[in-house]
């Protein structure tokens, strides 16, 4: 069976002698292609560590991590932003727009360094409902549309994999439940592989395979029978 990720042995250590931090120890883990897969784990836990090095924005200190069984763990800088540029799309807490362009633009920006094309951010802001307020600057937007666009930025190129740090931190219930009902859909309408950072129980109910991180190591996988709808999510 081809896994979108299988990691082995994955470790990431900061600094050198005494000064040296573990952020992961000797991590083992499968991620099944088209699947939801929460990371679950409190601050400091080594979640955001391994997102980054699934998202090819660090590098394991030791261990192999392949992705669609290619070994991405052995590439060079210019190899990784490659990597990064075709398969990856990327949504965080903070949404990091261009406050000097408008939403159409900032997913333009993400798309022309892809090559692809204005009619594909009209459909990635269309798929996420803001076709009206695509010439609109982030200033004019509320954060839940700001996290809309950062999320039409990401899925613009039709990434295999969409990696979530946690997106719904900086967003009241409402508009929380909102962005993660969107992820849901994109997940099981368009079938893109969502991998979602999480600290929340109960946002980790509605992924369909939960893998639960503390201090640096991977302490619990399990597949979830029954994903709870967002909406029924306890905030």
Known sequence: MSYLYDIKKVAKIYGHGRAATVALKSVDLTIETGSLTAILGPSGSGKSTLLNILGALDSPTSGEVSFLAENISKYKSNALAKFRRENIGFVFQSYNLL??????????????????????????????????????????????????VSIARAIAKQPKALLCDEPTGALDNETGIMALKILRNLNKDIGTSIILITHSKEIAKMADTVVKILSGEVVDRYDNPNPLNPDDIEW
């Open 99 to 148: 406050p000097n362009l408008t939403a159409l633009e900032n997913v333009e920006f993400s798309t022309e360094i892809t090559g692809l094309t204005r009619d594909k951010a009209k459909d990635a802001l269309a798929v996420l409902g803001l076709s009206e307020r695509m010439n609109h600057y982030p200033s004019e937007l509320s954060g839940g549309e700001q996290q809309r």
